[in-house]
């Protein structure tokens, strides 16, 4: 079946530290990649997705591309700030399997200390 | 996130039956429960496309969603179990041509604590 695999479980930066969170996913069809957000007590909040090859998502400062060939979706951010600290997922959606929603990866939880 | 609520937000039970409850503002057409337990991503429990029920079959029995309209979501769950313990997401997006296959907006959850 589908799959996402984040390759960072937790990630501690300082403000102003370059944030990249590595996201690698397996799927049968062409899948709309996600990101996700997600702060304590409160839902999974959409950041942006990409449906395309070389797609560009961006939201809040933050951007990944949508790459086929590695299939990659890596997350990046150049500049953080206290208030970014949360649980980040990637996610995918396939058409092809549409009965399964979104797939997860396991989120990487990031904090940024002042 | 007003645009989906969800109640009760936080319940403690022992071995009872309940019903959580979910309304989306969205207009949307499908409506999903998601299951997320301590330190895991959500897992799709139900999902509902035009009313039309498909279900994780790894979801227990004791797991009943109710559909009454496309609006509103119901979760009733009877003789619950400690492993129940989670937060309970409901979702909703729209689906169909044209339309953003399966980006779920979610609302704010109902914390489930079974002792």
């Known amino acids: 079946g589908d799959s996402v695999t984040q390759t960072e479980g937790q990630v501690a930066l300082s403000e102003e530290d370059f944030l990249t969170i590595h996201c690698n996913y397996s799927?049968?069809?062409?899948?709309?990649l996600f990101w996700y957000v997600q702060y304590p007590g409160e839902g999974p909040q959409l950041l942006f997705r990409?449906?395309?090859?070389?797609e560009k998502g961006s939201s809040r400062g933050f951007e990944a591309t949508y790459d086929k060939g590695t299939t990659s979706f890596h997350l990046r951010k150049a500049s953080v700030q206290e208030s970014d600290s949360a649980v980040y997922y990637c996610?995918?959606?396939?058409?092809?399997?549409?009965?399964?929603?979104?797939?997860f990866g396991l989120g990487t939880r990031v904090s940024v200390f002042p | 996130n007003t645009k989906i609520t969800q109640s009760p937000r936080y319940l403690i039970l022992g071995r009872a039956n309940k019903s959580l409850e979910c309304e989306q503002h969205?207009?949307?057409?499908?409506m999903y429960w998601y299951k997320q337990s301590a330190e895991k991503p959500p897992e799709l429990m139900f999902l509902?496309?035009?009313?039309?029920?498909?279900r994780n079959e790894t979801v227990p029995s004791r797991f009943i969603p109710e559909c009454p309209d496309s609006s509103k979501l119901l979760l009733h769950i009877s003789a619950v179990d400690p492993e129940d313990s989670a937060v309970y997401f409901c979702?909703?997006?729209?689906?169909?041509?044209?339309?953003?296959?399966?980006?779920?907006?979610f609302g704010e959850g109902s914390r489930l604590i079974v002792v």
């Open positions: 979702a909703s997006s729209q689906e169909g041509q044209g339309a953003p296959g399966n980006t779920l907006y």
């Open positions: 799927a049968s069809g062409y899948p709309t």
């Open positions: 990409a449906s395309r090859d070389k």
């Open positions: 996610a995918l959606s396939d058409l092809n399997n549409y009965a399964q929603g979104l797939t």
């Open positions: 969205l207009g949307h057409n499908a």
């Open positions: 509902y496309n035009l009313k039309q029920l498909i």
